[in-house]
């Protein structure tokens, strides 16, 4: 994070991308949901293409697209999406170096959840959040994407 420099003019502009930065998280772990770029992998398709098969709808998934276009995370030319590098490297569930097991893990709602009410957390100094030790989901975690034998997928 950069502080303003001297005399520059003040601008709203880190504000509005920290309060909307969830609208990116939200359409990420969507396309994770439906395995959007591992359905595109190394090809260019179209959103009909891509819909059928994330078993979604077309209007649904060019709106899901686009969006992804926009901040980097697909390609778009000629009405037909395909992979950035990146994507293709951490997306695509077909590359070793994949990440949305680590993604939806992030994303859950037993990593996400104590955010959800941090005023009234900092008000308490701590948790606000039910304590549930042994949360079931890190176990199927680890299971499900081999970092239970010290193996990434």
Request: charged content about 20%; some cysteine; hydrophobic content about 35%.
């Amino acid at each position: 994070m950069s502080a303003t420099s001297p005399g520059a003019t003040p601008s709203p502009q880190l504000f509005f991308e920290t309060i909307t930065a969830y609208q990116r998280t939200e359409a990420l772990k969507a396309a994770i949901q439906l395995d959007l770029f591992s359905a595109i992998g190394k090809d260019q398709l179209t959103a009909r293409e891509i819909a059928q098969r994330c078993q979604s709808s077309e209007r649904g998934t060019r709106i899901l697209c686009d969006y992804l276009a926009i901040h980097g995370f697909l390609i778009k030319q000629n009405k037909h999406y395909g992979l950035t590098r990146d994507s293709a490297v951490f997306l695509d569930q077909h590359s070793p170096a994949y990440i949305g097991g680590a993604i939806r893990f992030l994303l859950s709602p037993s990593a996400t959840d104590g955010f959800k009410e941090l005023a009234a957390a900092v008000r308490k100094g701590g948790t606000v959040k039910e304590q549930n030790p042994g949360t079931p989901y890190v176990g199927g975690f680890r299971a499900q994407h081999g970092a239970a034998d010290g193996h990434a997928r």
